[in-house]
């Protein structure tokens, strides 16, 4: 198994930055093409970014697309997510997800590991 552990969320004003954070142990965290989804209050899971083994290849919701940033560092086990020029609707909870390497995907459905989500809030 994967297990994965957000940090990095928190309260920050509009047009601020803010970076996530999302640590994995268990099985050899390289190997795995990892995402950033996220779920607003009363609203349904969607995709944010998204990373392929090596960083070699990202892509990214249009709503986000120009504004955060997905990286990886495989030798801390880490994938992040910069985020800048925030906005309101950007408050959600922000999930990190692993699935096994098909490039990049933007597929909630095709990640087979989540982490338990850490709440972003950007107030006007």
């Known amino acids: 198994q994967v297990q994965l552990v957000e940090t990095g969320g928190g309260l920050v004003q509009a047009g601020g930055p803010l970076r996530l954070s999302c640590a994995a142990s268990?099985?050899?965290?390289?190997?795995?093409?990892m995402g950033w989804f996220r779920q607003p209050a009363g609203k349904e899971r969607e995709f944010v970014a998204t990373i392929s083994l090596t960083g070699g290849s990202t892509a990214y919701a249009d709503s986000v697309q120009g504004r955060f940033t997905i990286s990886r560092d495989n030798a801390k086990n880490t994938v992040y997510l910069q985020m800048n020029s925030l906005k309101p609707e950007d408050t959600a909870i922000y999930y990190c997800?692993?699935?096994?390497?098909?490039?990049?995907?933007?597929?909630?459905?095709?990640?087979?590991?989540w982490g338990q989500g850490t709440q972003v809030t950007v107030s006007s």
């Open positions: 268990g099985r050899t965290f390289r190997i795995y093409t």
């Open positions: 997800a692993a699935r096994r390497p098909l490039a990049t995907s933007s597929s909630r459905d095709e990640y087979e590991y």
